[in-house]
């Protein structure tokens, strides 16, 4: 399923529940969609990159398993976008479920 | 052996270009994902090649993930290149009647130009996410530019020195030339075609940007995008009727709206660089 526009709310929520990096984000967003969210994860990095520039997310490094990995945390300016994205998702999906819903009684 | 030479062939597609710093760290964070990949893989009961192989499908295209990392990673220099670039054009355009005996270098410069600003464009409206419009439109004027270009040149070689070759780059040499046209010949019918597709690129364009939340000053850009389109079609329906009288007035007035969309880019492109950052790369250690 194509949902290039709500990569940005998903990868805020992944990161709201915890520090992250790019394959534990992919996997969940994966997993917790039962795979219907599926992407190519080349793409997901860029996305990442891009909030870590706008100073949503900030990134660190942390050893694992003998390899330095990149993790991301949420800012306190990531965590205010993600409370305005959820907001418009429900507003938006309410709408559509609203127009569905009445394509399903006629 | 190879299924590992696949993966640095992707990520060298993936990283290219991008400054040595940022592509070693990208290039960690990229091979840190794709042996997590393969070990899941693996533990699914695969065979290591069919893991690798289902590892580098999970990554997708090396070359979207370029572009991707491109936009993010050097959008700040791409577009103050481009702004300077678009200034750069904008003073050709000024005194472009200057090089009416210069045609062949003055053209090569314009086209070289058009196409670095509406490649710019185009990675700035890829940003936020694919406008099909937008693609479209450039890809138009890119056409039609190149194929002026290439008819300009063969009108040249065939003896149609002018105004094949100048009219489209810079209208203002038409009124220096005087009506001295050539009678209507291929080369004009490939040409005026090749302005009106340009044309109307830049009319499909309008739309697209005029709607732009994003862009500064987008009514005067759309306006100055319309006159532009309507003047470029007028000048291509002159040069088709071999009609100074029609070329002139249209590509005046071409000119004039060409003048102040070039102005509004450099500003668009001035700002979209003040708001873009080449990522710091300044992860901590926890």
Redesign the interface.
């Known amino acids: 399923m194509n949902f290039?526009?709500s990569l940005t709310l998903l990868i805020l929520y992944v990161l709201s529940k915890g520090p992250n990096?790019?394959?534990q984000i992919?996997k969940a967003i994966k997993q917790q969609s039962q795979g219907i969210l599926d992407?190519?994860?080349?793409?997901l990095?860029?996305?990442l990159?891009?909030l870590?520039?706008q100073g949503m997310i900030q990134?660190?490094?942390?050893a694992e398993n003998g390899?330095?990995?990149?993790?991301y945390r949420l800012t306190q300016d990531g965590r205010a976008l993600l409370e305005e994205e959820l907001d418009e998702w429900s507003r938006y999906s309410s709408a559509v479920n609203d127009i569905l819903k009445g394509a399903q009684l006629s | 052996m190879s299924v590992q030479h696949d993966f640095q062939r992707w990520l060298s597609t993936a990283t290219r270009g991008l400054p040595a710093p940022i592509k070693a760290m990208i290039a960690e964070e990229l091979a840190a994902h794709y042996e997590d990949a393969f070990a899941e893989q693996c533990s699914l009961g695969f065979l290591p090649i069919d893991a690798h192989r289902a590892a580098l499908a999970q990554l997708g295209s090396p070359r979207a993930t370029h572009r991707a990392l491109c936009a993010v990673h050097l959008a700040r220099r791409r577009f103050l290149r481009a702004a300077l670039v678009t200034m750069i054009s904008l003073f050709f355009l000024v005194i472009g009647a200057f090089f009416a005996f210069q045609p062949l270098a003055f053209t090569m410069f314009g086209i070289a130009f058009g196409c670095y600003i509406l490649e710019s464009l185009r990675t700035l409206l890829d940003v936020p996410g694919p406008k099909k419009h937008a693609a479209v439109a450039i890809t138009t004027i890119e056409i039609g530019l190149l194929s002026s270009a290439v008819v300009g040149s063969l009108g040249m070689l065939g003896g149609y020195s002018f105004p094949v070759m100048v009219v489209f780059i810079d209208p203002l040499v038409l009124t220096q030339l005087g009506p001295s046209l050539q009678m209507v010949s291929v080369v004009h019918v490939l040409l005026a075609m090749s302005i009106v597709a340009t044309g109307v690129g830049w009319l499909i364009l309008s739309d697209t940007l005029g709607q732009h939340a994003g862009l500064p000053f987008r009514r005067l850009l759309y306006a100055s995008l319309v006159v532009n389109g309507l003047g470029l079609i007028g000048v291509g329906a002159g040069v088709l009727m071999s009609n100074p009288g029609v070329i002139i007035p249209m590509a005046l007035v071409m000119t004039i709206a060409g003048l102040a969309r070039q102005a509004i880019l450099i500003l668009i492109f001035v700002r979209a660089a003040r708001q873009s950052s080449d990522i710091p790369w300044r992860g901590s250690h926890a």
């Not at chain 1, 992407?39 to 793409?43: A, L």
């Not at chain 1, 990134?59 to 942390?62: G, P």
């Not at chain 1, 390899?67 to 993790?71: A, K, L, N, Q, S």
């Open positions: 290039r526009g990096h790019g394959y992919a992407f190519k994860e080349g793409t990095y860029p996305t990159h891009g870590e520039g990134a660190f490094e942390q390899r330095t990995r990149r993790y």
